[in-house]
């Protein structure tokens, strides 16, 4: 049996961080596979809890030069009266996954649990005292998952700022000192008067030295550990580059005599403010990259803290945490529901578009299903509560939008690759800079000065070529697609279903319940003069509602919601393979097809042209006699979902092929394929067959997309190269799928696509400004173009520029937030509501 543990780490900067820490994890004995996400800041871990433990996994993280979040939480525990009931507990804590330790005091009856906030949270640790069989007494609301993560790096981000400001107030005077002069030759020569060049220096050095081992400190810690590990990365191209400058200006300014005329000269702003610019950087990262997940916050922040529980005649208001299944909730109009339940009583129209992304409000009363985090309209509901902690569909929801955001899509592989070689080889191509200035640097620039302009070319390679942008490029742009897709009703199950789904060149479709409602209806009712419609469907309607036949059932539920008041009959018969015979009221109806009028002598001629239509149109014809007289034509039908028209059309102009396969008769087929402007149809399809005509559309080297949402439908879900699931649909369906539309709401699906297009194309440039941009500027950087034109990068603007490429990269992103799908979803078409997504 393996395990899968969640970590969350700070540190990682850059690609390359990513890649030690992944190869760092795979080394660990039991280890079988680890993923780790530079932009959620998380490595997830599968392996065998039998070789080896949470604890060396963070121990490993740690000795890679990494901090892993881990929290700390007090519990009060009460009911415990002996050491047994302590180590009883301490037993129950530390099964949870993510627990690192769990240390219980009788005498002060408290619990002290160290944990991973990535793999559980405080709610998962209150269950298990209380499965233990002890209570735990609330003093307050514990800080959920999100919450602890989000603390950490919150406090990261203030690190930062208070580290920029420190750096800034030395960098920008010793900018001042060092360029000033250069641009203004009257100031230098003042200064040269006010101040030999010696002194200079050492003003210089006074200025750099704090950056240098206060702020600077931060990259001497990860850079050397990663080298020590023979994995350098970002962080160890900027220590060296700065030493190099800070140390050789330190000699200059210490024993000036042993250089050679000419190559005396200090370059203590070469670090001082390149390693302020780069923190700058960081700081707009860590900015941008909290905006990234904001629609996770969101989410989050969906599910109210409390719950107003009805326990007998007392209302108390709870922690969310304290609630069980099987408690009543009262819910006041304007609120946000607490948890997944069944209404018990009252009536109102309740807000799902977070959940579902559905604008309208749907009616909900006694009986309906509802899901926590949706909210309330004008109407008091009492709620029996159905499902709690991370069995709601809101914790399923946040659970697959981390994961999908966690996953890795395959155009990451490409960055990866790259990545894995990168910083090596730029430590190579440094090296070679140095020595080509060192030893031609006189010649080809003409101005003497060999040793400084090899040192400094040499370091404006080492800070161009940091890896972040590279690192950054994929999986921002999946951490803000998904969760935008979230915010539309859409959940990718993980990076490479984002990826896949724009790829598509055919999109099949289910019929019944996809297009179609998946429940027949009374579609049409056609009256012979003389009758009345609200009394023949009465009287059909109640020679009818003893049968369960599912036509039966449509005539019937037409009629109550007309609100027609049905009668009993007082004698009924079928009559095999025509249709039905009952006495209602002293009247005789019959019911059944145009053979049965035959059989009774009567003539259904008068609609013959109508039950042609109708039979073109995929509806059933039906004929009802009154009393020995023809009296009506009615059609029932599985009508098509509103909305199903508008997503063809969609996907049409978008340049898809548009199939429909389903086991339905060819004629029914072909007639709601004509509605809704499909030209591919597949009828007729035993549901063992489905997977097979899903493999013959791939044949044609198209990748294929099949939508569904029956069980029936599972096998073409796993065959397609994209499955996806009406998230309203069977469990089995829901979990096979790759994508799923919480709604019943076809128009999803070209949203999704549009989405899905959009951040590969997202994807695309930033991965292509991260290549290209350490493509053009390290030649730059090594000097290529000072012989023959004189242009030069300082290690000043190689650093603002690095730091400007991965704060383009976030931006670019965060563009993704102001998507807009093509076709707005503005009804829901069955009940999203019901749970069935927590299951998933």
């Known amino acids: 049996m393996t395990q899968t543990l969640e970590l969350g780490i700070e540190g990682m900067t850059c690609a390359s961080c990513v890649g030690r820490v992944e190869r760092g994890l795979k080394k660990v004995a039991g280890v079988e596979d680890v993923a780790v996400n530079l932009a959620t800041e998380r490595a997830s871990v599968r392996f065998d809890p039998a070789q080896t433990d949470a604890q060396a996994l963070l121990t490993k993280v740690r000795d890679v030069g990494y901090l892993p979040v881990t929290a700390e939480l007090d519990l009060p525990i009460t009911g415990m009266t002996c050491a047994n009931c302590t180590g009883r507990v301490e037993r129950a804590l530390s099964k949870v996954s993510g627990v690192l330790s769990a240390s219980v005091n009788l ?109 600077g400190r931060r990259f001497y810690r990860l850079g050397w550990t990663a080298l020590r590990h023979r994995s350098p990365d970002m962080n160890t191209l900027v220590m060296i580059g700065t030493s190099a400058a800070f140390f050789y200006s330190l000699a200059v300014t210490l024993f000036p005599g042993i250089f050679p005329a000419g190559t005396a000269h200090v370059y203590f702003e070469a670090s001082g403010v390149v390693i302020t610019l780069i923190l700058l950087g960081k700081y707009f990262e860590a900015i941008a990259k909290g905006r990234s997940s904001e629609a996770m916050k969101t989410l989050l922040s969906l599910q109210p803290k409390e719950a107003r529980v009805v326990r007998g005649q007392t209302e108390t208001l709870l922690p969310v945490d304290e609630v069980q299944v099987g408690d009543v909730l009262r819910v006041l109009p304007g609120e946000s529901l607490p948890l997944d339940g069944e209404v018990l009583s009252g009536v109102s129209f309740v807000n799902e578009s977070m959940m579902t992304g559905e604008s309208l409000p749907v009616q909900k009363a006694v009986g309906a299903s509802v899901v926590g985090g949706s909210l309330n309209g004008n109407g008091a509901l009492s709620v029996r509560v159905t499902r709690v902690g991370a069995d709601t569909a809101l914790s399923q929801i946040i659970k697959l939008v981390e994961t999908a955001q966690g996953s890795k899509p395959p155009i990451q592989g490409l960055a990866d690759k790259v990545v894995a070689v990168f910083v090596p080889v730029v430590l190579v191509i440094a090296a070679v800079t140095f020595a080509a200035w060192f030893f031609l640097g006189g010649a080809l620039s003409g101005n003497g000065g060999a040793l400084g302009q090899a040192l400094i070319n040499m370091v404006a390679v080492l800070i161009i070529a940091c890896p972040c942008a590279m690192g950054l490029a994929t999986p921002v742009s999946v951490m803000v697609g998904t969760g935008k897709a979230a915010e539309l009703g859409v ?350």
Do not use: C
């Not at 006010?194 to 702020?215: D, E, I, K, T």
């Not at 109708?614 to 034509?633: F, I, M, R």
């Not at 400004?769 to 300082?794: D, E, H, K």
């Open 491 to 840: 959940l990718f199950k993980s990076g490479a279903a984002l990826e896949g789904l724009q790829a598509a060149g055919v999109i099949a479709f289910d019929k019944t319940g996809t297009l179609t409602r998946g429940q027949p209806e009374l579609t049409d009712l056609e009256l012979m003069s003389g009758f009345e419609r609200a009394e023949v469907l009465r009287l059909i309607a109640s020679a009818e509602q003893d049968s369960e036949h599912p036509i039966a059932r449509a005539i019937v539920e037409a009629a109550k919601r007309e609100g027609l008041p049905l009668t009993a009959p007082q004698s009924s018969q079928a009559i095999p393979g025509f249709g039905l015979e009952a006495v209602v009221g002293g009247v005789r109806v019959q019911v059944g097809a145009d053979r049965y009028m035959v059989k009774l002598g009567l003539s259904p001629d008068a609609f013959a042209a109508q039950a042609k239509r109708l039979a073109n149109e995929g509806k059933s014809p039906l004929y009802a006699a009154v009393d020995g007289q023809v009296a009506a034509l009615l059609a029932v039908a599985d009508p098509v979902k509103a909305g199903s028209r508008e997503a063809v059309a969609a996907l049409h102009r978008a340049g898809l092929q548009v199939a429909m396969i389903t086991g339905d008769n060819a004629r029914t087929a072909q007639a709601i394929a004509r509605q809704l402007g499909i030209n591919e149809v597949r009828a007729e399809v035993l549901p063992a067959d489905k997977a097979a005509t899903i493999k013959a559309l791939q044949a044609g080297g198209q990748k294929v997309v099949f939508v569904g949402d029956g069980i029936n439908d599972a096998p073409a879900l796993a065959q397609a190269d994209v499955g996806v699931a009406i998230g309203t649909g069977t469990d089995v369906a829901v979990e096979t799928a790759d994508v799923v539309l919480m709604s019943g709401d076809v128009r999803g699906v070209p949203n999704a696509l549009a989405l899905s297009r959009a951040t590969l194309r997202n994807i695309r440039l930033n991965l292509f400004w991260a290549f290209a941009y350490n493509a053009l500027l390290i030649p730059v950087a090594a000097g290529v173009l000072i012989p023959a034109f004189g242009i030069r990068l300082s290690p000043v603007l190689a650093a603002a520029a690095m730091g400007f490429s991965s704060v383009f990269v976030l931006s670019n992103a965060l563009r993704l937030r102001q998507f807009k799908p093509p076709v707005r979803v503005a009804e829901v078409e069955a009940q999203a509501a019901d749970g069935r997504l927590a299951r998933t």
């Open 107 to 215: 005498a002060s009856e408290r619990a002290h649990i160290e944990y991973l906030p990535a793999s559980t949270a405080p709610s998962q640790l209150r269950a298990a005292v209380r499965e233990a069989g002890y209570g735990v007494l609330e003093t307050q609301s514990g800080a959920g998952q999100e919450d602890a993560e989000q603390a950490a790096r919150q406090a990261a981000t203030d690190k930062l700022r208070s580290q920029v400001i420190f750096s800034a107030v030395f960098a920008m005077p010793l900018l001042l000192i060092s360029m000033l002069p250069m641009l203004i030759p009257a100031l230098d020569a003042a200064l040269m008067r006010a101040l030999p060049m010696s002194a200079l220096n050492w003003v210089m050095l006074a200025l750099a030295a704090p950056v240098q081992f206060g702020p």
